[in-house]
Structure formats: C-alpha cells, structure tokens
C-alpha cells in the first residue's frame, strides 16, 4: 500500500484557492457524478441521512435531492472554500476529513464520495466510511485510477526524470480495503473520461484548477524555454479533434456494509 498522493494541507490549500473557478472546468467531474448517479438508482435502498463526503461545490445533492427527496443531507468537505460556494438549505456543511469522520458509528444510511477517495488512504478512509454506516446502509464512490492524467505523465518523461503527476490507486487495491473493511461490492465500473483545451497551457490551467496537478511538499523549478518547447510538442502527439486531451481513469464502486 503507497501513501496518498500528496500531503493533506496542500490539496485542502490547493481546492481553497480553486473553489471559485471549479465549476467553470469540472466537465469530467460532473460526467463520473452524473453516471455515479445512475448506478444509485438502480439500487433499492431509500436513505434516511445522505453523506456527501468530499462534496466540493456540491454539484452532486442536487441530484442526491431530487433522487431522495426525504433524504437528510450532509455535505461533507475539508475545502472550507469548497463549503461556502453551497446554496443554502439545500444540505448540512461539515468541514472534516475522510479519514477521521466527526460521525457517530452506524448513523449514516448512505455515503455518497465521488473523486476524493484519491486524496486519502484507502486503508484508513474505508474503515472510517465504513464504521459510520449502519449495517445495510451503502457507499457510492467514483474515484480516479493510475491510468489518469497519462498524456501528460507521457510527455513529461520527454523533458526530464521527476514525477509530474500524481501515482493514484488501482481499483483493486480500493476493493481490497473495502472488503476489509466490512463491504461487500454490489457493482464496479471503469471507464475513461476525457477533457479538452486548445493548447497545453490552457490545458494546465485546468487540471491545476481541478486539484489533479502535483501539489506535494517538493518544489519545482520552472520550465525553462527549451524544456517547455520540448513539452509541447510531446502533448501535441496526442491532439485529437477536439483539442489536446486529459484522461480520468475512473473507477465507480457500490458496496454495502455487512
């Protein structure tokens, strides 16, 4: 098992900062949330009390809402920018961690977490979701996987040695710490999402603004001239159509608490 992907006050610092332009690149993100969804309403289970853990700006309790209307909602965050974009009335804000959960055990019906997961252990997440789940009661979460951000990981081993991107776990190895921590798997998908830019500036721009850039303790030095130039036309290898691409290796998990 790898520690998580980057120190935990430099991703809270990074979605800080990002909460106000969120939405206006969160394409992919609202795709994995809006086909989350989808598989949550295939499940028969009619929650009483909703976690959204790791809710960001709260595109996903519209939806959770309109599928639950009689549901309580908890929008679960340790952005507290993040927490402050939410219209009001529409859930209960909680600024805390994944994992270590200011809820009691077995008081949660079903916890809802779509790309946060990433940010944590899973070996200690999991258990913590887990444990706040009543027996029964399920964990919905889309989550990104090692193929992620691959162009840019691609392009990068051109120009130099260091890591770029962030190493995130395999779906195995999230299923793995579920099962071990008391969930059976109802359902699992995969699948790759995509986002667009007209150049890799712009393309940058967006990844840093969605929280998926490298945001550990180590600091870069700039690109120089040669080495951006270099680096382009690496990305530019990839350009389709639509623009350059970055891919979200996506991985969708139902499970329930035994």
């Given at each position: 098992m790898t520690d998580a992907p980057a120190p935990k006050r430099a991703v809270r610092k990074a979605f800080d900062r990002a909460a106000d332009a969120y939405d206006a690149v969160a394409t992919v993100q609202r795709s994995a949330s809006d086909h989350l969804l989808a598989m949550v309403a295939a499940q028969t289970l009619q929650p009483r009390r909703?976690?959204?853990?790791?809710?960001?700006?709260?595109?996903?309790?519209?939806?959770?809402?309109q599928r639950f209307p009689d549901a309580d909602l908890i929008a679960l965050d340790f952005a507290p920018a993040m927490l402050r974009r939410h219209p009001p009335g529409l859930?209960?804000?909680?600024c805390a961690d994944l994992e270590r959960l200011p809820l009691a055990d077995a008081s949660i019906?079903?916890?809802?977490?779509?790309?946060a997961l990433q940010w944590c252990h899973p070996r200690k997440a999991l258990p913590e979701l887990a444990r706040s789940l009543r027996p029964g009661g399920q964990l919905w979460?889309?989550?990104?996987?090692?193929?992620?951000?691959?162009?840019?990981?691609?392009?990068?081993?051109?120009?130099d040695s260091h890591e770029h991107v962030l190493p995130f776990q395999p779906p195995e190895v999230v299923e793995d710490a579920a099962e071990d921590a008391g969930l059976r798997i109802l359902a699992s998908e995969r699948d790759t999402l995509q986002a667009w830019a007209p150049d890799l500036r712009g393309l940058l721009s967006d990844i840093k603004t969605l929280g998926a850039h490298h945001t550990g303790a180590t600091r870069r030095t700039p690109l120089g001239k040669t080495a951006w130039n270099k680096l382009v036309k690496a990305y530019e290898m990839h350009r389709t159509p639509a623009g350059l691409p970055a891919s979200y290796d996506t991985f969708w998990l139902l499970a329930e608490k035994t």
């Open positions: 909703i976690v959204d853990a790791g809710c960001g700006t709260g595109y996903a309790l519209t939806g959770l809402q859930a209960w804000p909680l019906d079903a916890i809802w977490s779509s790309y979460i889309a989550t990104l996987g090692p193929g992620t951000l691959h162009e840019l990981r691609d392009a990068f081993r051109l120009v």
